[in-house]
C-alpha cells in the first residue's frame, strides 16, 4: 500500500495561503460545453437518455441550445465584465462546433478537458483503454486548437475511475477536480508525483441545480450570492477559491442570462476578488505554497508517527 | 462510436451558431415572434401492452384513472380559463391536437377554430409517443392516420407536426417531411426556425423550458416564478431580436395552466407579456411560412442517423 490519496487536512491548521496583490477570493468560472450523443455508442453502465428508447430529443435538443444560442449570450456577458473563463470542455465540441471553437480561442480560455462527449464515461475503461482515451482527448483538443495543451481534467460526466489522477498526471495534466473536497488546491498523491486537485462545485452549479424540482434562476443566484458572502468573509483568514460552475444551455437562456448580470454585478463590487482561471490558479499555488504545505503535512504525519 | 467531426452527430439538420446567420427580419419590424401551443390532448384510460410513454407519467395503476381524468379536467374547465386569458389580450392560438381529443370534444374545435387558432397534428393520443422501437412502417402510418382524422374532425388540413413529448424516433423528421407537413415543433434547441434536411421542412422551435409541463409539472417550479420567467424571458429575447429576429414559444396544457390555482399566473405573465414593444404574436405555421419565405433553403443535404 503507498501512501493514502488524499491526505486528510483540517483547512484551519494549514498554513496561511496568499494570492497574489494578496487578493482573498480567487474566483474561476467554469462554462461546462458539453456535447451529449443524440445517439450514445458505448456500452454503458449509466444511461443518459433514460427517459425513452434513444434518441431522447428533448434532452438532446435543449443541450443542443447551447452551441447554437446559449453559449453566445453567455460569452456576451462574460466579455461585458471582461471574464477571463476556463472551459470545462467536452473537446470533441471543438471538432463539431468551429464558431464555437474560434470564439473560445479568440479569447484564450483556459482549457480544462471534460472528456470527449459527456455521453462516454471513462469510468467503464479498462486501463490501456483509459489511457489511450486520455491520449486521444489531449490530441484532439491539440489537433483542433492549433496545438494548444489541455491544463485541466474534469472527467465527462464527473464519471472517473480511480486510476483516472495517476493516468493524467503521466500524461502531464496539470489539474483535476472530480474530487470535490475543499476549498483550497491541494496535491493529490499519484504515481509518478502529485498532481494539483482544485476545488470544483457540483453546489452549486447550474447543470445539477436546474434539474432537480423547485429551481429557477432567482433561487440559483441567490445560493451563490450566500456562498459568495460566506466564502468571501472565510477568506479573510487564508486564500479560498470559489467555482463558478455554468452551462450555456442553462444559464445562457433568455429569462436567466439577467440573474447571472447581477451576480457578477454583485461580486465584482468586492474588493480582493482574483478572478482567474484554473490553471492560473493551480501555478499560483505550486509556486508559493506547495513546498510550505507539504511541508506542514510532513510535519503533521511525524507527530502523529510519534505519537 | 461518435466520430468528433464538423457538423451534427445526425442529419437532421445543419449545426450554425445564431450571430453568424443571415439578419432575420419579422413582418412590421416585430423583434420577437411569439407563438402559444395550447395543447389539446386525450389521455386513454388504458394502453396497449407495448406503448411505450414519457416515464413521467408512469402511474403504477393501471387503467390509470389519475391521469386519465386530470386531462379531462383540463379539457371540460381549464381550457375555458386559458382561452379567456389569451383572447383578453388578443393572442393568436396554435393547438397541438391529438386527433382522438378533436374527434371527442367538437365543441372545442369549434370555438377554437372561430378564435382563429391553427390546429397541428399531434399523434392520436396523448399516450402514445414516437420512439426507434417502432417500425418505420408503424410509424409512418400514426403520422399519416392522426393528420387524416384531424382534418377530418376540424376541417382544416394540418401544416405542422409536434411529436407527443417530444418523441422521436431516429427516422421522425424525414417521415414528416414525407407525409408532406411544411413544419415541425418538436425541437428545443433555437430561439430562430430553421431547415430541416429533408424536403424544405422548418423546425419551429419548441421552448421547453416555457413548457408548462416541463417546468412547473415536472419541475416543480413555484408558480410565483412563472410571470418572471415569461416577462423576463421575451423581454430579453425583444432586446436581443433587435439584432436579428427570436423566436419563442410558450406551451400551455389545459390541465396544468388551466387549474385554479395556477391561472392567476398565467394571466399576469400574459399581462406582461402583452405590454412589451416588438412583439408579434403569430401561430406557429404563420411563424413557419414567414421564415420559409424569406429565407434561403440550404444546398447541403446530410445523411441519416444510424441507430448505434
Not at chain 1, 465540441?93 to 462516454?120: K, Q, V, W
Not at chain 1, 476549498?183 to 496535491?187: A, L
Given at each position: 500500500m503507498g501512501p493514502e490519496r488524499v491526505v486528510y487536512s483540517a483547512l484551519r491548521d494549514r498554513p496561511r495561503l496568499v494570492w497574489p496583490n494578496n487578493a482573498r477570493l480567487a474566483l474561476w468560472i467554469v462554462p461546462n460545453i458539453e456535447f451529449f450523443e443524440y445517439l450514445p455508442g458505448r456500452p454503458h453502465t449509466r444511461d443518459p437518455w433514460p427517459r425513452m428508447p434513444h434518441p431522447d430529443i428533448r434532452g438532446y435538443s435543449?443541450?443542443?441550445?447551447?452551441?447554437?444560442?446559449?453559449?453566445?449570450?453567455?460569452?456576451?456577458?462574460?466579455?461585458?465584465?471582461?471574464?477571463?473563463?476556463?472551459?470545462?470542455?467536452?473537446?470533441?465540441?471543438?471538432?463539431?462546433?468551429?464558431?464555437?471553437?474560434?470564439?473560445?480561442?479568440?479569447?484564450?480560455?483556459?482549457?480544462?478537458?471534460?472528456?470527449?462527449?459527456?455521453?462516454?464515461?471513462?469510468?467503464?475503461?479498462s486501463p490501456a483503454e483509459e489511457r489511450a482515451d486520455i491520449r486521444r482527448t489531449q490530441e484532439l483538443f491539440e489537433?483542433?486548437?492549433?496545438?494548444?495543451?489541455?491544463?485541466?481534467?474534469?472527467?465527462?460526466?464527473?464519471?472517473?475511475?480511480?486510476r483516472t489522477p495517476d493516468i493524467l498526471a503521466e500524461a502531464g495534466i496539470e489539474y483535476f477536480v472530480d474530487w470535490m473536497y475543499d476549498?483550497?488546491?491541494?496535491?493529490m498523491n499519484v504515481k509518478s508525483r502529485q498532481l494539483i486537485s482544485?476545488?470544483?462545485?457540483?453546489?452549486?452549479?447550474?447543470?445539477?441545480?436546474?434539474?432537480?424540482?423547485?429551481?429557477?434562476?432567482?433561487?440559483?443566484?441567490?445560493?451563490?450570492?450566500?456562498?459568495?458572502?460566506?466564502?468571501?468573509?472565510?477568506?479573510?483568514?487564508?486564500?479560498?477559491?470559489?467555482?463558478?460552475?455554468?452551462?450555456?444551455?442553462?444559464?445562457?437562456?433568455?429569462?436567466?442570462?439577467?440573474?447571472?448580470?447581477?451576480?457578477?454585478?454583485?461580486?465584482?463590487?468586492?474588493?480582493?476578488?482574483?478572478?482567474?482561471?484554473?490553471?492560473?490558479?493551480?501555478?499560483?499555488f505550486v509556486d508559493t505554497h506547495l513546498d510550505k504545505l507539504n511541508a506542514h503535512l510532513a510535519e503533521v504525519a511525524d507527530r502523529r508517527g510519534a505519537a | 462510436m461518435t466520430v468528433p467531426a464538423?457538423?451534427?452527430?445526425?442529419?437532421?439538420?445543419?449545426?450554425?451558431?445564431?450571430?453568424?446567420?443571415?439578419?432575420?427580419?419579422?413582418?412590421?419590424?416585430?423583434?420577437?415572434?411569439?407563438?402559444?401551443?395550447?395543447?389539446?390532448?386525450?389521455?386513454?384510460?388504458?394502453?396497449?401492452?407495448?406503448?411505450?410513454?414519457?416515464?413521467?407519467?408512469?402511474?403504477?395503476?393501471a387503467?390509470?384513472?389519475?391521469h386519465h381524468s386530470w386531462f379531462e379536467y383540463g379539457n371540460r374547465i381549464g381550457i375555458f380559463r386559458i382561452l379567456d386569458a389569451l383572447t383578453a389580450h388578443g393572442m393568436r392560438i396554435t393547438v397541438p391536437t391529438n386527433a382522438v381529443a378533436a374527434e371527442r370534444n367538437p365543441r372545442l374545435v369549434r370555438d377554437l377554430a372561430d378564435l382563429g387558432a391553427e390546429f397541428v397534428a399531434h399523434?392520436?393520443?396523448?399516450?402514445?409517443?414516437?420512439?426507434s422501437h417502432m417500425s418505420e412502417a408503424e410509424e409512418a402510418r400514426l403520422i399519416a392516420t392522426s393528420a387524416s382524422r384531424l382534418e377530418a374532425a376540424t376541417g382544416q388540413r394540418p401544416r405542422g407536426w409536434m411529436s407527443q413529448d417530444f418523441g422521436n424516433s431516429i427516422r421522425t423528421p424525414r417521415l414528416i417531411a414525407e407525409a408532406g407537413f411544411d413544419y415541425c415543433a418538436d425541437w428545443a434547441n433555437d430561439e430562430q426556425p430553421y431547415w430541416m434536411t429533408y424536403d424544405r421542412l422548418v423546425s419551429v422551435p419548441n421552448h421547453v423550458l416555457f413548457d408548462d409541463v416541463f417546468t412547473i409539472w415536472d419541475r416543480h417550479v413555484p408558480m410565483v416564478h412563472y410571470p418572471d420567467i415569461i416577462a423576463s424571458g421575451a423581454r430579453q429575447l425583444a432586446e436581443d431580436g433587435v439584432t436579428t429576429g427570436r423566436f419563442m414559444s410558450i406551451g400551455l396544457r389545459p390541465w396544468v395552466m388551466g387549474a385554479s390555482h395556477r391561472i392567476k399566473y398565467l394571466e399576469m405573465a400574459l399581462a406582461e407579456l402583452a405590454a412589451i414593444p416588438g412583439l408579434w404574436f403569430a401561430t406557429a405555421g404563420e411563424v413557419a411560412a414567414h421564415?420559409?419565405?424569406?429565407?434561403?433553403?440550404?444546398?447541403?443535404?446530410?445523411?441519416?442517423?444510424?441507430?448505434a
Open positions: 435543449l443541450r443542443d441550445y447551447g452551441p447554437r444560442v446559449g453559449f453566445w449570450r453567455m460569452i456576451e456577458a462574460f466579455d461585458e465584465y471582461n471574464i477571463r473563463a476556463t472551459m470545462s470542455l467536452n473537446v470533441a465540441s471543438y471538432a463539431h462546433f468551429p464558431a464555437l471553437r474560434d470564439a473560445c480561442e479568440a479569447r484564450g480560455y483556459d482549457a480544462m478537458s471534460h472528456g470527449i462527449y459527456n455521453t462516454e464515461y471513462i469510468s467503464e475503461l489537433t483542433h486548437s492549433g496545438g494548444r495543451k489541455l491544463t485541466g481534467w474534469y472527467s465527462a460526466a464527473g464519471a472517473p475511475s480511480l476549498d483550497q488546491p491541494f496535491p482544485m476545488p470544483y462545485s457540483m453546489d452549486p452549479n447550474d447543470g445539477r441545480n436546474f434539474r432537480e424540482p423547485f429551481i429557477e434562476a432567482a433561487d440559483f443566484i441567490a445560493s451563490i450570492k450566500d456562498q459568495f458572502d460566506r466564502l468571501y468573509r472565510e477568506s479573510e483568514e487564508t486564500g479560498l477559491v470559489m467555482t463558478l460552475a455554468l452551462h450555456p444551455y442553462v444559464m445562457g437562456q433568455p429569462h436567466r442570462i439577467g440573474y447571472l448580470k447581477k451576480l457578477f454585478d454583485y461580486i465584482f463590487s468586492h474588493e480582493g476578488v482574483w478572478q482567474a482561471t484554473g490553471v492560473e490558479i493551480t501555478r499560483w | 464538423p457538423g451534427m452527430d445526425h442529419g437532421h439538420y445543419l449545426y450554425s451558431a445564431l450571430p453568424d446567420r443571415p439578419r432575420l427580419l419579422w413582418p412590421n419590424g416585430a423583434r420577437l415572434a411569439v407563438s402559444v401551443y395550447l395543447h389539446l390532448e386525450y389521455y386513454e384510460m388504458e394502453q396497449g401492452p407495448t406503448t411505450i410513454r414519457d416515464s413521467r407519467y408512469n402511474s403504477r395503476s387503467p390509470d384513472v389519475l399523434g392520436l393520443t396523448a399516450t402514445e409517443m414516437q420512439h421564415y420559409a419565405a424569406v429565407t434561403a433553403y440550404p444546398a447541403e443535404r446530410t445523411r441519416e442517423p444510424t441507430p
